[in-house]
């Protein structure tokens, strides 16, 4: 035999050999399942395969996941808590052992988990091996091409016009002129392209550790404990301010001045500054067929539209979202109806991010 052959065969079974855990176990693969749109979980998993006779134990659990957030070295580690599993692999055969991350938000995640995996035969660890699994479930704009022509197959032609000639009486002229193919499905990974581009839960995406959507940013970001120690170990009067983000000290005294001001509503020069400095963090408030009010915050409906209740009456500070304009109160409307009501309330940045997937749709059906 040549040389060149036996080294080759050399190493060959050396790379092959490489991936077997134990003299029988074989390691054949591993990431992520793919993720469809409404799916609620991402789901990791190692494939192995048992060339033995005898059965064995497998587990797997998390030592640690980490998400790369907006920029390749923006990693965070303490949101994402995966669930192991363990199973039998019986001799001769294969298996896949899952970690399951339940949320409703598993799309455009990306990220690299740290696994721990351990091998028993007969009650007794005959194995243990560490292994780094890399998730990525970014969805692409051929993803929500697809989408949207799934959900209107058919009237997709005859919509297309009345769609364009409406979008084009909207769309500024040098957005209009935007090449296409370099449009994203969203701003920001945090705004949910399910939702045209509206935040997202961040409660529910980071599990409490990134709690506010930061308007100008268009990300969710961390919110502080106020704890008192900026104000010597006094947290008595220290609070948080969830328009700001911050913790305030409440050291100075109301004034008669100050009730009187906000009993008869008055807006002086500083009233107003101080709204519009606080308005852009009003982002707990999601108008879902409506468009928010900036003055009294609230949203207005569209017609046949209103929201459970009247959030106002008592009216509460918080971070969690707060869901109006959800309930149909007459006949539902057209499907080109709903579409130009959304369209109405767009933004000029999504309108385009809109328009373009019905254009592809379009042409691809021609």
């Known amino acids: 035999m040549h040389i060149f052959k036996v080294y080759a065969i050399l190493i060959s079974f050396t790379i092959c050999r490489a991936n077997y855990l134990t003299k029988d176990i074989y390691l054949q693969g591993y990431g992520n399942y793919p993720v469809n749109w409404f799916d609620e979980v991402l789901i990791l998993y190692v494939t192995l395969i048992n060339d033995g006779n005898c059965p064995v134990m497998v587990s797997v659990k998390m030592i640690q996941c980490c998400e790369q957030l907006f920029t390749s070295n923006d990693m965070h580690c303490n949101h994402l808590h995966f669930d192991g599993s363990q199973k039998q692999l019986e001799g001769v055969s294969n298996a896949n052992l899952t970690l399951i991350y339940p949320n409703i938000y598993p799309y455009n995640r990306k990220g690299k988990c740290k696994i721990d995996m351990t091998i028993n035969k007969n009650q007794s660890i005959i194995s243990k091996y560490m292994l780094i699994i890399p998730f990525d479930t970014t969805k692409k704009l051929e993803d929500i091409i697809s989408l949207r022509s799934s959900e209107c197959s058919e009237c997709i032609h005859f919509t297309f016009y009345i769609l364009l000639s409406e979008l084009i009486k909207t769309i500024p002229r040098n957005l209009l002129l935007i090449n296409m193919g370099v449009l994203t499905l969203c701003e920001s990974q945090d705004e949910d392209p399910l939702d045209l581009c509206a935040p997202v839960n961040c409660h529910m995406k980071y599990q409490g550790f990134r709690s506010l959507f930061d308007t100008i940013k268009r990300q969710c970001v961390s919110i502080p404990i106020c704890d008192g120690k900026s104000n010597n170990g006094n947290s008595s009067n220290i609070v948080y301010d969830p328009y700001s983000n911050k913790c305030i000290a409440l050291t100075d005294k109301i004034s008669k001045s100050d009730i009187d001001c906000i009993l008869n ?9 101080i709204k519009m400095n606080t308005l852009q963090y009003q982002s707990n408030i999601l108008c879902h067929h409506g468009k928010l009010d900036d003055i009294k915050r609230s949203c207005i409906c569209d017609d ?10 008592f009216p509460i500070i918080s971070t969690v979202p707060i869901h109006m304009c959800t309930v149909k109160n007459i006949k ?33 059906l021609k």
């Open 265 to 273: 509503e008055t807006e002086d020069k500083k009233i107003k500054k």
């Open 304 to 313: 046949g539209w209103t929201s459970t209740q009247n959030y106002w009456n």
């Open 332 to 364: 539902s409307k057209t499907f080109i109806g709903k579409i130009l009501f959304k369209i109405k309330n767009l933004k000029p940045k999504n309108i385009v991010s809109f328009i373009q997937p019905l254009i592809l749709i379009n042409l691809s």
